[in-house]
């Protein structure tokens, strides 16, 4: 064992201590297997939720100048793990996997992490990944504002819609807003979208010369847009990155969490939707966190201080941001 690999064994080491510090972990164990002694490099053994659990991980402290680590070393991993009989095995690289390894990695229930602890020297390469922004247009007079008024209204001439108001504000601007908020947490990238919101009675409105009653209200806009992937390191305080998942899981306390090389408005490579997307990015797993990134270009987002309080008028299940019957085409890009 080299003394460089020693030392990240005792980094990887170092930071599985601090998300639990009962749980025994122990470094370079000899075990015996069915085909004689075998080494493991990090040895984890704790209780969850009641249930005793042993967890092997294996350190490869490669120069990511040699390439990222292959499949074979998921099959010696995978190998080891059904031999041992081990709860859980993880593969901990900072130098990246290739595509055949994390498929492999998947399929065999083989975890690959890698160490995020910023400024220790024992961690001597970076976490480098793909990371995938949305980058969106609103299509140039495609926003549409219509009002449900309680009764026929006569606008003077030349009325336009930023002038209808809500406690001295905008009513559009709260309708902008909540288009962006749509956008936020719906991952769609294209596609006329329409939202609807009714009033649970109706609301007294400002406009130029008198006032009027709204039922209701409603934005229709048209997005163009396209998934973008780009190459960024990734660093925390302290931490470990899931290279499947592509998500971070901080060590307890405070933490720093830095995302280097994020570029907006040009750039990057151009793909039809992440990997493993289905109508939406994976859920996160209690404890862990990710970057979902949205490029709105120049687009001007109205202040906070200029957008009225609506949302409490408004019937709650039209406030939901999360839409479930979106077009699977809305999520693809141009």
Same mark, same amino acid.
């Given at each position: 064992?080299?003394?460089?690999?020693?030392?990240?064994?005792?980094?990887?080491?170092?930071?599985?201590?601090?998300?639990?510090?009962?749980?025994?972990?122990?470094?370079?164990?000899?075990?015996? #297997? &069915?085909? +004689?002694?075998?080494?493991? !490099?990090? $040895?984890?053994?704790?209780?969850? %939720?009641?249930? @005793?659990?042993?967890?092997?991980?294996?350190?490869?402290?490669?120069?990511?100048?040699? #390439? &990222?680590? +292959?499949?074979?070393?998921? !099959?010696? $991993?995978?190998?080891?793990?059904? %031999?041992?009989? @081990?709860?859980?095995?993880?593969?901990?690289?900072?130098?990246?996997?290739?595509?055949?390894?994390?498929?492999?990695?998947?399929?065999?229930?083989?975890?690959?992490?890698?160490?995020?602890?910023?400024?220790?020297?024992?961690?001597?390469?970076?976490?480098?990944?793909?990371?995938?922004?949305?980058?969106?247009?609103?299509?140039?007079?495609?926003?549409?504002?219509?009002?449900?008024?309680?009764?026929?209204?006569?606008?003077?001439?030349?009325?336009?819609?930023?002038?209808?108001?809500?406690?001295?504000?905008?009513?559009?601007?709260?309708?902008?807003?909540?288009?962006?908020?749509?956008?936020?947490?719906?991952?769609?990238?294209?596609?006329?979208?329409?939202?609807?919101?009714?009033?649970?009675?109706?609301?007294?409105?400002?406009?130029?010369?008198?006032?009027?009653?709204?039922?209701?209200?409603?934005?229709?806009?048209?997005?163009?847009?396209?998934?973008?992937?780009?190459?960024?390191?990734?660093?925390?305080?302290?931490?470990?990155?899931?290279?499947?998942?592509?998500?971070?899981?901080?060590?307890?306390?405070?933490?720093?969490?830095?995302?280097?090389?994020?570029?907006?408005?040009?750039?990057?490579?151009?793909?039809?939707?992440?990997?493993?997307?289905?109508?939406?990015?994976?859920?996160?797993?209690?404890?862990?966190?990710?970057?979902?990134?949205?490029?709105?270009?120049?687009?001007?987002?109205?202040?906070?201080?200029?957008?009225?309080?609506?949302?409490?008028?408004?019937?709650?299940?039209?406030?939901?941001?999360?839409?479930?019957?979106?077009?699977?085409?809305?999520?693809?890009?141009?």
């Amino acid at each position: 064992m080299s003394k460089l690999g020693t030392q990240f064994e005792l980094a990887v080491s170092d930071v599985v201590r601090e998300y639990d510090p009962t749980a025994n972990v122990r470094r370079g164990e000899w075990v015996i #297997g &069915p085909d +004689g002694r075998r080494e493991l !490099d990090v $040895l984890v053994e704790g209780t969850v %939720d009641g249930v @005793f659990r042993r967890t092997h991980i294996e350190c490869k402290d490669y120069n990511p100048a040699r #390439g &990222p680590i +292959g499949i074979a070393i998921v !099959d010696g $991993l995978e190998s080891k793990h059904r %031999d041992l009989q @081990f709860d859980v095995s993880l593969l901990c690289s900072n130098a990246g996997f290739t595509i055949d390894a994390i498929r492999k990695a998947k399929r065999s229930r083989i975890g690959l992490i890698g160490v995020l602890r910023k400024s220790d020297p024992r961690i001597r390469y970076r976490v480098v990944d793909e990371i995938y922004i949305r980058r969106i247009d609103f299509v140039a007079n495609s926003g549409e504002y219509k009002f449900d008024f309680s009764h026929p209204v006569k606008f003077p001439a030349g009325t336009d819609s930023k002038e209808i108001l809500f406690a001295g504000l905008p009513v559009e601007n709260w309708l902008t807003n909540r288009a962006l908020l749509f956008v936020s947490a719906n991952q769609v990238v294209k596609g006329v979208h329409r939202l609807k919101y009714r009033f649970k009675f109706p609301i007294q409105m400002a406009v130029r010369g008198g006032s009027v009653f709204a039922n209701g209200c409603q934005v229709k806009f048209e997005l163009k847009g396209s998934w973008i992937g780009r190459r960024i390191e990734i660093n925390a305080s302290s931490g470990l990155y899931d290279w499947i998942r592509r998500t971070v899981r901080l060590g307890p306390g405070n933490n720093t969490l830095e995302y280097k090389g994020v570029k907006f408005g040009s750039g990057g490579i151009p793909i039809e939707y992440p990997p493993n997307f289905s109508n939406g990015l994976p859920p996160l797993q209690e404890g862990e966190t990710t970057t979902s990134i949205l490029d709105l270009g120049g687009l001007k987002v109205p202040d906070r201080w200029d957008i009225p309080d609506l949302d409490r008028f408004v019937i709650y299940e039209d406030l939901t941001l999360i839409c479930s019957d979106l077009s699977p085409d809305a999520y693809r890009s141009n």
